[in-house]
T-cell receptor, first 116, second 112 residues
Framework: GAGVSQTPSNKVTEKGKYVELRCDPI?????LYWYRQSLGQGPEFLIY????????DSGLPNDRFFAVRPEGSVSTLKIQRTERGDSAVYLC??????????????FGEGSRLTVL | AQSVTQLGSHVSVSEGALVLLRCNYS??????LFWHVQYPNQGLQLLLK??????LVKGINGFEAEFKKSETSFHLTKPSAHMSDAVEYFC??????????FGTGTRLQVTL
C-alpha cells in the first residue's frame, strides 16, 4: 500500500485478555518501529526492528509485551494479560533508513487499545 | 541519555499572529531534530528536520525552525497563524540510538 497500515484501528478488551496489533509497513522499508502514545503524552518508544531482528527492544515495559517481524515486513505487537494501564494508542512507523541517518519515519494512524 | 522538553503544553495565538513553539533538547552527540504534526485521530507527519546541513530549516505550510547549539534549542515558528494550524506539534530528537525521542507535545489554539 501507499502508507503504513495498522489494524485494528480500535480494540476494546477486558483486563487479562491477550491482544495482537498488526502493522504493515511501506514496501521496501527495512526499519520498523512501535511507539505507545498515552493520552496527553508524546509517543514513547517500544521497539525497533531492522529487517527481521529486534535491534532495540529497550522500550518494552515488561515481559507481557512482545513483538515479531518474521519475514521482515509485517509486524505484530502482542500484549499478554492486558491491564488497564495498557490503554493507549499504539503507533507503528517505518523508514528506509535510521533516524540518525536522517531517515524519515512514516507513521500509521495507530491502533487505539482500551482495556476495561 | 537524550531528552526533549517542549515548553507549554498549550499555546494560544490570534489568527495572523506569529507562532512560536519551544523545544529544548539534551544529547551527548550532535543531534538530528524533527518537528512532527499530529492531526486528530491520525498518525504523525513530518513537518521539518534538522540534519546539520543548515541551522535554519524550512518546512511545509510556512513553518520553519532554527537550530541553536548554544541554547540547545530548536524552536518552531510561523510568521502568520492560520486556523488550520490548530493541531498538536511534537518535537523529536535522534541522537545516540536508532530511534526518535519525542517531547510531550504542544497543542496550538488559533483564535479569531
Amino acid at each position: 500500500g501507499a502508507g503504513v497500515s495498522q489494524t485494528p484501528s480500535n480494540k476494546v478488551t477486558e483486563k487479562g485478555k491477550y491482544v495482537e496489533l498488526r502493522c504493515d509497513p511501506i514496501s521496501g522499508h527495512t526499519a520498523l518501529y512501535w511507539y505507545r502514545q498515552s493520552l496527553g503524552q508524546g509517543p514513547e518508544f517500544l521497539i525497533y526492528f531492522q529487517g527481521t531482528g529486534a535491534a532495540d527492544d529497550s522500550g518494552l515495559p515488561n515481559d507481557r509485551f512482545f513483538a515479531v517481524r518474521p519475514e521482515g515486513s509485517v509486524s505484530t505487537l502482542k500484549i499478554q494479560r492486558t491491564e488497564r494501564g495498557d490503554s493507549a494508542v499504539y503507533l507503528c512507523a517505518s523508514s528506509r533508513d535510521r533516524p540518525e541517518n536522517t531517515g524519515e519515519l512514516f507513521f500509521g494512524e495507530g491502533s487505539r487499545l482500551t482495556v476495561l | 541519555a537524550q531528552s526533549v522538553t517542549q515548553l507549554g503544553s498549550h499555546v494560544s495565538v490570534s489568527e495572523g499572529a506569529l507562532v512560536l513553539l519551544r523545544c529544548n533538547y539534551s544529547s551527548s552527540v550532535p543531534p538530528y531534530l524533527f518537528w512532527h504534526v499530529q492531526y486528530p485521530n491520525q498518525g504523525l507527519q513530518l513537518l521539518l528536520k534538522y540534519t546539520s546541513a543548515a541551522t535554519l530549516v524550512k518546512g511545509i505550510n510556512g513553518f520553519e525552525a532554527e537550530f541553536k547549539k548554544s541554547e540547545t534549542s530548536f524552536h518552531l515558528t510561523k510568521p502568520s497563524a492560520h486556523m488550520s494550524d490548530a493541531v498538536e506539534y511534537f518535537c523529536a530528537l535522534a541522537g545516540t540510538a536508532s530511534k526518535l525521542t519525542f517531547g510531550t507535545g504542544t497543542r496550538l489554539q488559533v483564535t479569531l
